[in-house]
T-cell receptor, first 113, second 109 residues
Framework: DAGVTQSPTHLIKTRGQHVTLRCSPISGHKSVSWYQQVLGQGPQFIFQYYEKEERGRGNFPDRFSARQFPNYSSELNVNALLLGDSALYLC????????????FGEGSRLTVL | QKEVEQDPGPLSVPEGAIVSLNCTYSNSAFQYFMWYRQYSRKGPELLMYTYSSGNKEDGRFTAQVDKSSKYISLFIRDSQPSDSATYLCASQGSYIPTFGRGTSLIVHP
């Protein structure tokens, strides 16, 4: 079975640009979460979606937005990129939302110059 | 104070050693406790999962939760160089897991 897939794996943007990151969950998983991981730190929660509804939002500015599609795939959008947005963006899928069993993708490494 | 605290290390041990990795948490509502392993430049991989207090064993790995002291531990027996990675502890009350910053483990031959 395919795991969580994310695209692109690496990308470089300049300040002020916009980025869209994509995630396909494990088949049968209806929940997708997004995390930001800065080097040397643990993953920081950005969004969680379940059945296309936003279930939770972390402490991130409105420049960050996300959505989940009918096939349960998801997009994370970041507008007006800042240098501090450089990080590994992780997508995780799960069967349910309340047990903490997350299955992560390999991440999208974003570098903002 | 962060909700989940973890010493970043690095922790360096010889092959075959017993490794003890630890976290503390502050939120009494946390009921689910996880350990994830993350190799360099990869996504985290769920290693162990426990509900409430107690021990759980899986091969060389044992996870231990003490809710009275809000202490989470992961023990690795007969450590191998392939165990070299960052170990993230995480806790959850409802919906959103909170992660520690990870402990870097180096097992040298």
């Amino acid at each position: 079975d395919a795991g969580v897939t994310q695209s692109p794996t690496h990308l470089i943007k300049t300040r002020g640009q916009h980025v869209t990151l994509r995630c396909s969950p494990i088949s049968g998983h209806k929940s997708v979460s997004w995390y930001q991981q800065v080097l040397g730190q643990g993953p920081q929660f950005i969004f969680q979606y379940y059945e296309k509804e936003e279930r939770g939002r972390g402490n991130f500015p409105d420049r960050f937005s996300a959505r989940q599609f009918p096939n349960y795939s998801s997009e994370l959008n970041v507008n007006a990129l800042l240098l501090g947005d450089s990080a590994l963006y992780l997508c995780a899928s799960s069967l349910v939302t309340d047990t903490g069993e997350l299955f992560f993708g390999e991440g999208s490494r974003l570098t903002v110059l | 104070q962060k909700e989940v605290e973890q010493d970043p290390g690095p922790l360096s041990v010889p092959e075959g050693a017993i490794v003890s990795l630890n976290c503390t948490y502050s939120n009494s509502a946390f009921q689910y406790f996880m350990w994830y392993r993350q190799y360099s430049r990869k996504g985290p991989e769920l290693l162990m999962y426990t509900y409430s207090s107690g021990n759980k064993e899986d091969g060389r790995f044992t996870a231990q939760v003490d809710k009275s002291s809000k202490y989470i531990s992961l023990f690795i027996r007969d450590s191998q160089p392939s165990d070299s990675a960052t170990y993230l502890c995480a806790s959850q009350g409802s919906y959103i897991p909170t992660f520690g910053r990870g402990t870097s483990l180096i097992v040298h031959p």
